[in-house]
């Protein structure tokens, strides 16, 4: 039972270019969502899921873009990376409504 | 509107010491769940605590503790014989659901723990 996994750790880009951040979760958890943290900030949510083939902008959506095609897994895109984007990004799933959120280890995204 | 508030930014403590982190929430909900994490320098966020709005009993957890009062609206963790793997970034969180029956976690800013030998 691995839990919440993410897809890569590290990733370096270049202003302007694309990439897509993988979540995986094999808890059978209807919801799930990206945050972003920032230092002194806290994390902030990005887009989230409510169910497989739904989406949803949270905080801070602008610049993303999210699919969850099947139930586990929830892809997190940048179609034109800023160096604004440049941060920490987790991703999190859990059964319910207001149950316990789990999150997976982070991806370190720097773009220059 | 939900907001999280930590207002220790950074502690600084002696081994063996006990330390409380704070945690003020607002929120218009009556029904919702306050939480707190830990990240350690490894970076992952692991889950501690998860208490609802109408139980307002302690917590105790070995040498971890929770003080939740609905009056003053905060949610305070305490620490006992602090350890130095204690040293951490610790988040409160609060849990509202307000967007299409979705768990939307607000986290606090933070507060980060160093405990030195």
């Known amino acids: 039972n691995a839990g919440v996994t993410q897809t890569p750790k590290f990733r370096v880009l270049k202003t302007g270019q694309s990439m897509t951040l993988l979540c995986a979760q094999d808890m059978n958890h209807e919801y799930m969502y990206w945050y972003r943290q920032d230092p002194g900030m806290g994390l902030r949510l990005i887009h989230y899921s409510v169910g497989e083939g739904t989406t949803a902008k949270g905080e801070v959506p602008d610049g993303y873009n999210v699919s969850r095609l099947k139930k586990q897994n929830f892809l997190l895109g940048l179609e034109s990376a800023a160096p604004s984007q440049t941060s920490v990004y987790f991703c999190?799933?859990?059964?319910?409504?207001?149950?316990?959120?789990?999150f997976g280890p982070g991806t370190r995204l720097l773009v220059l | 509107a939900q907001k999280v508030t930590q207002a220790q930014t950074e502690i600084s403590v002696v081994e063996k010491e006990d330390v409380t982190l704070d945690c003020v929430y607002e929120t218009r909900d009556t029904t919702y769940y306050l939480f707190w994490y830990k990240q350690p320098p490894s970076g992952e966020l692991v889950f501690l605590i998860r208490r609802n709005s109408f139980d307002e009993q302690n917590e105790i957890s070995g040498r971890y503790s929770w003080n939740f009062q609905k009056s003053t609206s905060s949610f305070n963790f305490t620490i006992t014989a602090s350890q130095v793997v204690d040293s951490a970034v610790y988040f409160c969180a609060l849990s509202e659901a307000r967007y299409s029956s979705a768990s939307k976690i607000i986290f606090g800013s933070g507060t980060r723990l160093s405990i030195r030998p």
């Open positions: 999190a799933s859990s059964y319910q409504v207001r149950e316990t959120q789990y």
